[in-house]
């Protein structure tokens, strides 16, 4: 049975080279000469650091252009609230969403049904499994992912015969 893998997980070496060159322009940039700006990165969380709430936004700017040159989608960070960390310096949390949603999941699968392609789609974890008799109908169906589905970043891996 031919078959594909609708996934959504960014590029986690992208990711880091993103922050590694945001983190280069912020140290180089005048307008944050003197102050503590900059991006660390654990796992799947960014954490945003300034002097200030106007800072933080331009810190996260930087952050996003950087990914957006480096192909990573900016719909994958799911920005906190910004803290307080003590005097006038503040913190932002950015958790980096990995995998699709049991919900999400559940609305991808429910546009494949509705479309009445013959294939069949199965959630697997964070992961959406689409099977069919025909390779043409799983082209169509990823044709038809890509266009309905805007609100997550959306893979096609493991496409077999």
Known sequence: MPSFDVVSEADQVEVKNAVDQANKEITTRFDFKGSDARVEQKEHELTAYADSEFQLGQVRDV????MAKRNVDIRFLDLGKIEKIGGDKVKQ??????????????????II?????????????DAL???????????ATIA????????LPLEFENFRD
């Open 113 to 125: 049904k509705d479309s009445k392609i013959k294939v069949q789609a199965s959630i697997q974890g």
């Open 93 to 110: 949390i950015i958790k980096i969403k990995n995998g699709i949603e049991t919900e999400s999941a559940k609305k991808i699968q429910r």
């Open 63 to 66: 952050l996003t252009t950087k």
């Open 144 to 151: 038809l992912l890509k266009k309905e589905v805007t609100d």
């Open 129 to 139: 499994r689409v099977t069919g008799t025909k390779r043409d109908d799983l082209q």
